[in-house]
């Protein structure tokens, strides 16, 4: 790719220089798969599995990760195990953020059922699809 005519460099002209894009910059086809790789590699970096069943589920001990896009939700039973595995990703060269609780986040409800079990629904999305 040639540079814009418009561009001047400091080294000469535009005709002797070319673009060198950035991998899975500009919406690639393969950068939700390039990233879902990526992440995939670093989770089993710091222990996790991956789910034999939904390739986006990922456990660790007790805890449940499952990636959604180029975001996640992490589920645990304890705050310092959640904060030590968010230090280990940080480590590891992914951005966190805190988006605060999954269902402010990504519009679902999640309500904990008798056993350890978790229900999910999507009441918005069901009143739009009706």
């Not at 919406?27 to 939904?54: E, P």
Request: aromatic letters at 12%.
């Amino acid at each position: 790719m040639e540079l814009p005519p418009d561009i001047v460099t400091k080294h000469g002209s535009s005709k002797d220089y070319v673009l060198k894009l950035l991998p899975n910059l500009y919406r690639q086809k393969q950068a939700g798969c390039v990233w879902n790789q990526y992440m995939t590699d670093k989770l089993h970096d710091i222990g996790f599995q991956q789910s034999q069943i939904d390739e986006y589920v990922f456990y660790h001990d007790d805890i449940i990760f499952i990636l959604y896009r180029d975001d996640g939700l992490f589920f645990g039973n304890h705050d310092a195990t959640l904060t030590l595995i968010i230090r280990q990703l940080k480590k590891a060269g992914i951005k966190i953020e805190d988006q605060g609780h999954p269902a402010d986040y990504v519009e679902v409800n999640i309500k904990r059922i008798h056993g350890g079990t978790y229900k999910f629904t999507q009441r918005a999305l069901i009143d739009a699809i009706m």
